[in-house]
């Protein structure tokens, strides 16, 4: 069941994954300090992973938002201590779509996922070379007033970490005390490999 058109999920009391699909989710798990900032990964990003991820958000198969987080419910109980707010997509691509991707897989934790920035331009990160990404800074930003909890530390999600450039820009923007993504680049992981936080408190 390697092929997407191929992804079986069952509906008994609760969203369940077939055990052979299970086997394509190359879990990562690890750890990094980035900017004295704690960033966890849960998978490692590969063909699997992009074709899934393009039929949930290119051909808005939105059933598949439990896919992800599926297999790590445990997760939820620490996110519950956060105020977890989101990356987001362009005002076009979210009203060509007609969901918000990152906000939607998060959700499936049981959390209420905070949207408190805004991109002033459509931009698709993964049509722009390395360069041009690393302007992305220039095209993000926090939403005036945006109400967020005072009492809550903010944990910052994303679903792919490609670059790094987004997340990184948005640090500067609201200061997360840590940074949870689905799945990161091989590319990234390979350049950051000395960023590992061998022993750190948090989601694992």
């Known amino acids: 069941m390697s ?4 992804f079986d999920i069952f ?3 609760d969203l369940i994954v077939c055990p052979d699909c299970m086997k394509n989710f190359k879990v990562h798990k690890q750890t990094y300090r980035i900017k004295e ?10 063909e699997f992973l992009e074709r899934l991820f ?3 958000k290119e051909q808005r198969d939105i059933v598949l938002k439990d896919v992800f987080l599926n297999s790590h419910k445990y997760l939820s109980k620490t996110f519950k201590h956060y105020c977890v707010c989101s990356l987001c ?3 076009a691509k979210r009203m060509e779509r007609g969901f918000e991707p990152v906000v939607n897989i998060y959700a499936t934790l049981g959390v209420f996922v905070h949207s408190p920035f805004y991109k002033k331009e459509n931009v698709k990160q993964s049509s722009k070379s ?5 302007h992305i800074k220039d095209v993000l930003a926090l939403k005036e007033m945006y109400p967020l909890p005072k009492k809550k530390k903010i944990l910052l999600v ?14 500067d923007l609201i200061h997360p005390d840590c940074i949870f993504v689905i799945a990161a680049h091989p590319l990234w992981i390979k350049a950051n490999k000395e960023n590992i936080v061998v022993k750190s408190k948090g989601f694992w």
């Open 130 to 134: 390395r360069l041009e990404r690393a």
């Open 3 to 6: 092929e997407i058109r191929n």
């Open 37 to 46: 900032t704690f960033m966890y990964v849960l998978y490692e990003y590969d």
């Open 158 to 171: 994303d679903d792919v970490c490609t670059t790094g450039n987004t997340l990184y820009a948005v640090l």
């Open 89 to 91: 997509s362009s005002d």
């Open 11 to 13: 509906f008994y009391n």
């Open 54 to 56: 393009f039929q949930y």
